[in-house]
């Protein structure tokens, strides 16, 4: 691995993402401290332009398990972040946890877990970095980051400034944020508010809670739900594993779409069933988008060429070993367009592409 002042040479960044998949980038820099990030990134953006997303002069890439990087690769400097560690700070019955961006987020939970503090612990077992959290305000089993971010140290590319974003700032949704689809903020640093306590948060999910054996809204031991996080996310291909090519994917390719309330009453009659949906605060409902795929005849294990869906989840499109991204692009499109001439529904995809498009 190079650091900041060492830099490599189309590099493939294939070796650095969960799908295993990506030409070389032009430069490969590893970033290990918030100095060394921000050093990168100004060297970078001095010789190109930061507000241009077309032109884009450098990418950070943390854990590479949300991005699907082009064949061709990327033709600026890639900034590795590996930055890491965190501290804790105890007052009474809340903690303060900062953790650097490059951070791995389970070993981050994991300890969070056996310190007896809450808040985390359902967001057991997600690959990646404790920075990208907030990126795409990652979630599962009934929680958020969003719920438990109280600020965000940031490096501004437009400005040249860092600065700290408190959480109403970052306009935080469904897989989303101020962050994602946008270059101009890099997260140097997170601080989480966790509680004080043994016991979990009220579980929300309800696979999760029949596993426990609580009822939805009960707390559960802390360690039992991480225990149990991870024995259903294994179960569906969702912790890495590199000698299953189940889990070599970006975990779920697409979305749930978020459809307004008449369009989900036209697609009940379209579909003549009623598919697993959430109804949204705001009249919204949110529909499962396995559940489109599954009917619209693309079922688990299902192939393109050396790509396919996963055999243990409908949502994870995987590199089978011998896939190329334009494979997985051309698998992802067919999905969509077969979801959308059955139901009329447009799936949009969660990873971040790099230097490709659906
Ligand atoms: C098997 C598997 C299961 C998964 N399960 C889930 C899940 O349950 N829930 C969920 O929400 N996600 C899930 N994911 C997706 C992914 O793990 C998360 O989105 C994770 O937070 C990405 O972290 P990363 O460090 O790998 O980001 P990367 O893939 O390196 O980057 C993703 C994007 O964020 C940007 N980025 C990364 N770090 C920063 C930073 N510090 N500042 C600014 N931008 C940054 C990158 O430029 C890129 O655009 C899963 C992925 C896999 C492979």
Not at 35 to 62: C, M, Q, W, Y
Not at 89 to 106: P, Y
Not at 132 to 157: K, L
Request: with cysteine; proline share 4%; net charge negative.
């Amino acid at each position: 691995m190079k650091h900041v002042s060492e830099r490599t040479h189309h590099e493939m960044l294939n070796s650095h993402t969960t799908l295993r998949l990506g030409g070389p980038a032009a430069e490969l820099v590893e970033a290990s401290s918030a100095d060394e990030i921000v050093a990168a990134l100004r060297k970078a953006d001095a010789s190109g332009s930061a507000t241009d997303n077309a032109a884009v002069s450098a990418f950070v890439l943390a854990g590479g398990s949300n991005v699907v990087v082009a064949d061709e690769g990327y033709p600026g400097t890639v900034v590795l972040l590996r930055n890491r560690g965190f501290s804790v700070h105890r007052e009474g019955e809340r903690a303060t946890v900062r953790v650097e961006a490059g951070q791995q987020w389970d070993e981050l939970v994991e300890a969070t877990v056996a310190d007896g503090l809450a808040g985390l612990e359902c967001l057991s077992g997600i690959p990646g970095s404790a920075g990208a959290t907030p990126i795409q305000n990652v979630g599962a089993y009934g929680q958020e980051v969003a719920e438990t971010i109280t600020a965000i140290r940031v490096y501004d590319r437009y400005s040249g400034e860092t600065l700290v974003m408190r959480p109403d700032e970052c306009l935080f949704g469904y897989r989303t944020s101020i962050f994602k689809h946008n270059n101009r903020f890099v997260v140097l640093s997170v601080d989480f508010s966790l509680t004080v306590s043994t016991l979990s948060t009220p579980i929300r999910y309800a696979e999760l809670a029949r596993s426990l054996g609580v009822a939805p809204g009960e707390q559960a031991d802390l360690a039992r739900v991480r225990e149990a996080v991870l024995a259903l996310r294994a179960g569906k291909g969702m912790v890495l594993d590199p000698s299953d090519p189940d889990t070599w994917s970006v975990g779920s390719f697409f979305t749930n779409p978020v459809l307004p309330a008449s369009e989900y009453a036209a697609l009940r009659e379209r579909a003549g069933a009623q598919p697993p949906a959430w109804p949204g605060a705001d009249g919204s409902v949110k529909v499962s988008a396995a559940w489109l795929i599954e009917r619209a005849g693309f079922g688990k294990g299902h192939a393109g060429v050396g790509v396919g869906i996963s055999t243990k989840h409908t949502l994870a499109l995987t590199n089978r070993g011998t896939g190329t991204t334009a494979a997985l692009l051309d698998l992802a499109r067919e999905i969509r367009d077969g979801v959308r001439d059955r139901f009329g529904v447009v799936l949009h995809p969660e990873p971040v592409l790099v230097n490709c498009a659906l």
